[in-house]
């Protein structure tokens, strides 16, 4: 008896092991047998909608994290499909993983993945975009962006650069997602306090610059000479619409803001052809997701909600947080752990 016993035990040891020494798995089948128990080498499954910019560079802050914390990081995208990422959180729930967080593909579904995840006793967190409000009350976190506030910075550096007068047009995220929907919202806020600017046309480019590109084609086709600025609501549909504007000897001369700070984005405002953006650090942002599901499974105390308000990125500051994030992302990343621990303890969660 004593024999199977130590068996077993040297059995669990070695798959911890395993476990502990492969960091991330991405994209792997989830129908192996289920993760051990193990506070010290938590097995946590990651599901983000797509591998944008922002999400790619969200993912190596995860993986730094994960690493400092011993734990095994299971990754998938969703591709922007609602099914796929039901499924994924499903396999995360058979696999019996010490938690789950998800950056949802759609702000109102979910509610029975999460619902089904509680009562296995796994907790979710919810990163980046908001989730629905029954989503929100079973998760044990939220870990994101005040998108509101960031459409109102875009808006509002717009509409100051073109003298409070004219006509834009608006690149929107994919309808129904919570980045889109707030950051909406805050631009609107702002055209409803300035009836001299007129909005032309609002379309989502659904985060992606060949689309954006597509849309500002058809726009400078359809209004030419009338568009007088452009807010897009992160920095790759910008860059799209950027190249459109560039093909017309425009790029430089109609203002265009965005979100997210990503390289391409800190390029362009440093280069002039994007006039501002607001940085949402998809390592930290991410990487402190995956730090509170890691805080919870070991019996920390965790924020209900941690809310990044984003530093406005123009070319008066862009040379220092481009160095900070891309002129030595190694040290960015090994320096993380720490800052995100110390930003947990403030509450100044984008403190960077």
């Not at 192996?32 to 909608?49: E, R």
């Not at 997602?177 to 306090?193: F, P, V």
């Not at 900070?324 to 990343?333: A, D, H, T």
Request: overall charge neutral; hydrophobic content about 40%.
């Amino acid at each position: 008896m004593n024999n199977k016993r130590e068996t077993t035990t040297m059995f669990r040891s070695s798959i911890r092991t395993a476990l502990a020494g492969c960091t991330v798995l991405a994209g792997m089948a989830l129908s192996a047998a289920p993760a051990l128990a193990d506070k010290a080498h938590p097995v946590i499954g990651f599901t983000v909608y797509d591998m944008s910019s922002f999400i790619s560079l969200g993912k190596a802050g995860a993986t730094s994290i994960a690493k400092a914390n011993n734990a095994t990081l299971l990754w998938n995208s969703a591709k922007m499909d609602v099914n796929t990422q039901i499924s994924q959180i499903q396999q995360f729930i058979n696999r019996k993983v010490d938690a789950i967080v998800i950056a949802p593909v759609n702000s109102s579904t979910l509610g029975p993945q999460v619902d089904a995840a509680k009562a296995a006793g796994i907790p979710v967190v919810i990163v980046n975009l908001t989730a629905s409000p029954a989503v929100m009350a079973n998760a044990v976190s939220y870990v994101g962006p005040d998108d509101v506030k960031a459409g109102e910075q875009e808006a509002q550096h717009l509409v100051d650069a073109i003298g409070k007068k004219g006509s834009i047009v608006v690149l929107q995220g994919p309808l129904g997602q919570s980045g889109e929907i707030d950051r909406t919202k805050g631009i609107k806020n702002i055209l409803a306090q300035n009836p001299d600017v007129k909005l032309l046309a609002m379309q989502p480019g659904n985060w992606a610059r060949n689309q954006a590109y597509s849309v500002m084609q058809d726009w400078l086709s359809r209004y030419g000479s009338q568009i007088t600025g452009i807010v897009s609501e992160n920095d790759d549909m910008a860059i799209g619409a950027i190249q459109a504007l560039r093909e017309k000897g425009l790029a430089g001369k109609i203002p265009v803001t965005a979100v997210d700070g990503i390289k391409d984005g800190m390029r362009a405002v440093r280069d002039g052809t994007l006039l501002e953006t607001n940085l949402q650090d998809g390592p930290l942002e991410l990487g402190m997701g995956l730090q509170v599901a890691v805080n919870h499974i070991q019996g920390k105390d965790v924020p209900k909600t941690a809310m990044f308000v984003m530093p406005e990125i123009t070319k008066d500051n862009v040379a220092h947080y481009y160095d900070q994030l891309y002129g030595n992302p190694s040290k960015f990343e090994s320096d993380l752990p720490a800052l995100i621990n110390k930003n947990l303890i403030s509450g100044n969660y984008a403190e960077q």
